[in-house]
């Protein structure tokens, strides 16, 4: 599985973004994002079931992120409302590959298989 993030940018804080991770390969199984800021280690943002039923947040993304994805075209989302600047870092999808169940999700950098190459947000005050 090979991954691509894209969607980055530089918004201010309030505003919106959409991340978009594409795969090739066969599936995209279990699918997270992480981020990491400058000086700090990569910390869980999001994760998703392999069926899209079951999805999970971290505390501080709750209720303002949204993950989804298209299986049939192979992308995974990240919708980011109500950005705040601590928001801010390098972006990554990574995919926890054939290990995991339909149903299981993946949380941790060590569950994740599959990195994608990151993709920058910056979220100015």
């Known amino acids: 599985v090979q991954l691509q993030a894209s969607g980055g940018g530089l918004v201010q804080a309030g505003d919106s973004l959409r991340l978009s991770c594409a795969a090739s390969?066969?599936?995209?199984?279990?699918m997270a994002w992480f981020r990491q800021a400058p000086g700090k280690e990569r910390e869980f943002v999001a994760a998703?079931?392999?069926?899209?039923?079951?999805?999970i947040y971290a505390h501080s993304v709750k209720d303002r992120f949204t993950i989804s994805r298209d299986n049939a075209k192979k992308w995974v989302y990240l919708q980011m409302n109500r950005l705040k600047p601590e928001d801010t870092a390098v972006y990554y999808c990574g995919s926890g590959g054939q290990r995991f169940g339909t149903s299981d999700v993946v949380s941790t950098t060590h569950q994740v298989e599959y990195w994608g190459q990151g993709t920058l947000v910056t979220v100015s005050s």
């Open positions: 390969g066969r599936s995209l199984y279990a």
């Open positions: 998703i079931s392999w069926t899209g039923v079951s999805a």
